[in-house]
């Protein structure tokens, strides 16, 4: 399967292009991006051809990656659907449900495949965790995401998007993708701001569990950690740490995306409907979001 890649960033070069690179039967074979240095750089990096236009891009590939922000990548998708090429999405689908939406009408409509890599979900070691945990009953969980993402030296920190939506929306679906599969898809929000972008989730899941979240990406290096926690009558199990890199969790998601368009079908337990969900809780908590020391 041919692939083409929306973006020249830092998860660009070390996850997604270098992921595909190593992928059996796939091949990166066209690069695209605002910055046409970039783009000739990551492209001979891993051997592809440099894109002039998005639209170039999308004729010569099968499916298209995503490492943009996800308000463009929510746009561009939508583009990509309907000139037939299957999507391999970064979270969070969209920073809009409208935007979703629109994603998941054009998916429906056309028929492409579609995989949004929520990280944890494609490790092999987390996922045999998720498996294990959704066969039992347990009546909530916890979460805790503290990164450094601001501190000098940090690849993200100048991620204008990050800046503007803050933890809520770039670790948000993190958790979400670990909580929901276990406890049920999410009924209620109610949500809290700390200091800067500091969000506090409290969660009704179908069945009546109930779960939290803090999350904020301003946290100092050694204030820095995550960890989620699920709680009920078989007694408490945290989240085993990642079994392999972010690039190994990449190359499944792509695996799984051609094995999907393979089999002729469109479903996959983290398809634009699952990210579409997402977006939905997160929508709902960012409308309750009132910065610390703001009266509402």
């Given at each position: 399967m041919n692939f083409g890649l929306v973006g020249t960033g830092y998860w660009a070069w070390v996850t997604q292009g270098a992921g595909l690179a190593r992928l059996e039967g796939a091949r990166l074979s066209s690069v695209w991006g605002r910055n046409p240095g970039h783009t000739a750089d990551l492209a001979a990096e891993f051997g592809a051809r440099p894109a002039s236009s998005y639209e170039e891009l999308l004729e010569s590939v099968d499916a298209v990656v995503f490492g943009v922000p996800p308000d463009i990548q929510a746009e561009l998708a939508v583009q990509a659907a309907h000139a037939g090429r299957h999507l391999l999405l970064e979270k969070p689908l969209a920073t809009s449900l409208a935007a979703a939406d629109r994603l998941v009408e054009a998916v429906e409509a056309t028929g492409v495949s579609s995989v949004v890599f929520f990280t944890s979900r494609y490790d092999p070691g987390r996922r045999a965790w998720l498996d294990d945990l959704a066969e039992e009953e347990w009546e909530g969980a916890w979460a805790r995401w503290f990164a450094p993402n601001f501190v000098d030296g940090s690849p993200y920190a100048g991620s204008a998007w990050r800046w503007e939506r803050g933890a809520l929306w770039d670790l948000g679906p993190h958790v979400l993708s670990v909580l929901v599969p276990v406890l049920g898809q999410v009924e209620g929000v109610t949500a809290r701001a700390g200091a800067g972008d500091l969000a506090h989730l409290i969660l009704t899941h179908a069945g009546g569990a109930t779960s939290t979240a803090s999350l904020t990406l301003r946290a100092s290096r050694r204030a820095a950690g995550s960890e989620v926690a699920f709680w009920g009558s078989p007694g408490i199990f945290s989240m085993p740490p990642m079994a392999?890199?972010?690039?190994?969790?990449?190359?499944?998601?792509?695996?799984?995306?051609?094995?999907?368009?393979?089999?002729?079908?469109?479903?996959?337990?983290?398809?634009?409907?699952?990210?579409?969900?997402?977006?939905?809780?997160?929508?709902?908590?960012?409308?309750?979001?009132v910065p610390a020391g703001r009266q509402a």
């Open positions: 392999g890199t972010s690039k190994d969790a990449f190359v499944r998601a792509a695996r799984e995306l051609m094995e999907v368009v393979a089999a002729g079908g469109r479903s996959h337990p983290c398809d634009v409907h699952f990210g579409r969900e997402v977006v939905r809780i997160l929508s709902e908590a960012d409308a309750q979001l």
